[in-house]
């Protein structure tokens, strides 16, 4: 598994610090910034190669970190809630300055499933049974809906919020917003915790 919790890589805590209002999503207080371990090429596999190679170029997704606020230090949380600011370059076009909704739905997939490990690593998914060995998770399905067209030559927010723990099934819902906070595209997700390796 790539480790999810890696220092933020220095280019992209600069680019988004150039945009106000990503700059303000990441000055909260209490927030932990982060660079998805999906953003860093495996050396043992090709696990993750859509997003640390394929989609890791500037005329795809340019830049990409996640944060989520820190529970309570006293209180044995989850996080309930995980956020990603997106740079999307002209590559990802469907239509001249619209996000190809396949492109639309990836995104959506790994915002969900990027939820998941950075709970993992804490132990704090409620409901799961203790000392359950992680072997990852997979998508069983991914339900979009389309509302606005996603611009390219754009930084975008994607969040993820878990709904429901059943065992090894995960409920998750996430959303796509501009920088006006209109909802782009949003998506339930249900994630099944694997028995064993592929």
């Known amino acids: 598994m790539a480790p999810y919790n890696t220092p933020p890589h220095a280019k992209d805590l600069e680019h988004f610090r150039s945009i106000p209002w990503a700059e303000e999503h990441l000055s909260a207080p209490n927030t932990t910034v982060l660079s998805p371990g999906s953003r860093s090429p495996r050396p043992s596999d090709t696990g993750d190669s859509i997003f640390a190679l394929t989609l890791n170029t500037p005329a795809t997704i340019a830049a990409f970190l996640v944060f989520y606020e820190d529970p309570p230090a006293a209180a044995a ?10 740079t999307l370059g002209p590559g990802l076009d469907g239509w001249p300055g619209v996000c190809h909704g396949g492109i639309v739905a990836t995104i959506l997939d790994e915002i969900t499933g990027l939820i998941i490990p950075v709970n993992h690593t804490r132990d704090e998914l409620a409901g799961r049974p203790r000392g359950l060995p992680y072997q990852g998770y997979m998508t069983a399905y991914l339900n979009t809906k389309y509302l606005r067209p996603v611009p390219t030559g754009a930084t975008v927010l994607a969040t993820a ?5 059943d065992g090894r099934k ?7 917003w501009d920088a006006d906070s209109n909802l782009l595209a949003s998506a339930e997700a249900l994630f099944v915790g694997l028995k064993e390796k592929l």
Not at 77 to 86: F, Q
Not at 170 to 176: A, H
């Open 77 to 86: 949380e989850r996080v309930a809630e995980l956020k990603g600011l997106l």
């Open 161 to 165: 919020r878990i709904v429901k723990v």
């Open 170 to 176: 995960l409920l998750v819902e996430g959303s796509i």
